[in-house]
């Protein structure tokens, strides 16, 4: 596997993820499987989109088509990303910049 899914840690009901590494088609239904294991559990989530080294729209599709279904379900997930500009750059060019929002440094 070229990524990482990481419950780091729960407050108030509110998991916090970390996922890092490749978002690729090649790993869309691992990724997907393990984000669903952890937000079945949890009403609201935190992902923190970190150290990503390569993103396809396989990948960009997944995270929007999670949020909207974690979302029609009644429970709350919030995409983060720390300013890279690699991801800024994919983000922009895919039309995918309303997904996630900019974490402060």
């Given at each position: 596997?070229?990524?990482?899914?990481?419950?780091?840690?729960?407050?108030?009901?509110?998991?916090?993820?970390?996922?890092?590494?490749?978002?690729?088609?090649?790993?869309?239904?691992?990724?997907?499987?393990?984000?669903?294991?952890?937000?079945?559990?949890?009403?609201?989530?935190?992902?923190?989109?970190?150290?990503?080294?390569?993103?396809?729209?396989?990948?960009?599709?997944?995270?929007?088509?999670?949020?909207?279904?974690?979302?029609?379900?009644g429970k709350r997930?919030?995409?983060?990303?720390?300013?890279?500009?690699?991801l800024q750059r994919?983000?922009?060019?895919?039309?995918?910049?309303?997904?996630?929002?900019?974490e402060k440094v």
């Open positions: 596997m070229s990524f990482e899914v990481r419950l780091d840690s729960v407050s108030e009901n509110t998991a916090k993820i970390f996922l890092e590494g490749s978002l690729i088609v090649r790993d869309a239904a691992a990724i997907q499987a393990e984000l669903l294991t952890i937000l079945r559990t949890y009403s609201r989530a935190n992902i923190h989109l970190q150290n990503i080294e390569r993103i396809d729209v396989a990948g960009l599709q997944l995270l929007s088509a999670l949020k909207k279904s974690v979302e029609v379900e997930i919030q995409l983060l990303f720390e300013p890279d500009e690699y994919v983000l922009a060019l895919s039309g995918f910049t309303h997904l996630v929002s900019k």
